[in-house]
């Protein structure tokens, strides 16, 4: 599956973003999605995930009760809601999806489809 991540932008501490990641050329609703960010001169970490049917949600302590994930099956795309930004939360979004009927992790070596990846620029 090819995916297509969109919406970052730079916006300053406090302010809200809404990412979204769509999906093409495979199936959707059976692969669980997530997203992932990579600051600068840092590795990429796992922010959140979701479960096919939009339940099993989990999310990084440092974006827990600021970032929402969600999905719909129906539009074969993956969102992510940022509230509260902080300049820490600057970093480079991927969107990313497991193989078929795979369960939900966290680690990048899980996850076999990437999207390009957008810009979150948080000044503080």
């Known amino acids: 599956v090819q995916l297509q991540a969109y919406g970052g932008g730079l916006v300053q501490a406090g302010d809200s973003l809404r990412l979204s990641c769509s999906a093409s050329?495979?199936?959707?609703?059976?692969?669980?999605m997530a997203w992932f960010r990579q600051a600068p001169g840092k590795e990429r970490e796992f922010v959140a995930h979701?479960?096919?049917?939009?339940?099993?949600?989990y999310y990084a302590l440092s974006v827990l009760g600021r970032f929402t994930i969600s999905r719909d099956n129906a539009k074969n795309t993956v969102y992510l809601q940022m509230n509260s930004l902080k300049f820490e939360d600057t970093a480079v979004y991927y969107c990313?999806?497991?193989?078929?009927?795979?369960?939900?992790?966290?680690?990048?070596?899980?996850?076999?489809?990437w999207g390009q990846g957008t810009q979150v620029t948080v000044s503080s």
């Open positions: 990313a999806a497991r193989p078929v009927f795979q369960f939900a992790r966290v680690d990048v070596g899980s996850y076999d489809s």
């Open positions: 979701i479960g096919w049917t939009g339940g099993n949600r």
């Open positions: 050329g495979g199936t959707f609703g059976n692969r669980v």
